[in-house]
């Protein structure tokens, strides 16, 4: 499959993996990416991974495994963010309860990284030859993790419409839609359709 910019909308690219669902609905019935090469495919194309890291762990034996656990990470990341966007702005969210669920994947993440500087900051870095083929799952989950203990959480929005997730860094009102030309669109159409109907 081709990815193009309109596949990285959420200004965040751990965000834009969980996004990887192709539906017009709130269903996440057909995903975007199928198999362990598209996968890869993918993960090079939003940078994750470059060229050869994914050339290398496309020859791994362990890839279908690897794959079936990064697609089973992507719902579980989705559920606990998705749950954060809905609550935003209410006292009902605990995240402490939320953030079990990153548990196991972080501490297996953390296991496969070492400590470095990232513009001035201090980030873990995940070691390839100790991740193996868990490399791009272990960096996503490290991302996500530092999403959501971090200033930009307040941003995040769910799409009025689909399950895509991003970070609204909008003036005003901000986004509803993760994409004007997909969502936005088939909203104003429906809208049009009900003002002449009605």
């Known amino acids: ?3 193009n910019p309109d596949d990285l909308i959420a200004e965040h690219r751990g965000l834009d993996f969980l996004n990887t669902v192709g539906d017009i609905d709130k269903s996440r019935s057909h995903s975007k990416i199928s198999d362990w090469p598209g996968a890869l495919s993918w993960l090079c194309a939003s ?3 470059s060229p050869a890291e994914a050339e290398t762990l496309g020859r791994e034996k362990a890839g279908e495994t690897a794959f079936a656990a990064l697609i089973d990470f992507r719902e ?5 963010f998705s749950t954060v ?8 969210m605990e995240l402490p309860i939320l953030a079990r669920d990153f548990e196991a994947d972080l501490r297996d993440a953390i296991a496969c990284a070492r400590p470095g500087t990232v513009g001035g900051a201090y980030a873990w870095h995940v070691d390839p030859e100790r991740a193996g083929a868990d490399l791009a799952r272990y ?4 991302m996500l993790w530092d999403l959501l203990r971090g200033p930009d959480l307040a941003r995040l929005k769910e799409c009025g419409r689909c399950t895509w997730l991003f970070l609204d860094k909008a003036r005003g009102v901000g986004r509803r839609w993760c994409r004007m ?3 936005g669109n088939r909203a104003k159409a429906e809208r049009f359709r009900k003002s002449r109907s009605g």
């Open 1 to 3: 499959m081709i990815w």
């Open 85 to 92: 966007a809905r609550a935003r702005g209410t006292d009902g």
């Open 76 to 80: 579980r990341a989705y559920d606990v």
């Open 181 to 183: 030309s997909a969502c």
């Open 139 to 142: 960096r996503l989950v490290l």
């Open 47 to 49: 940078g994750i991974l």
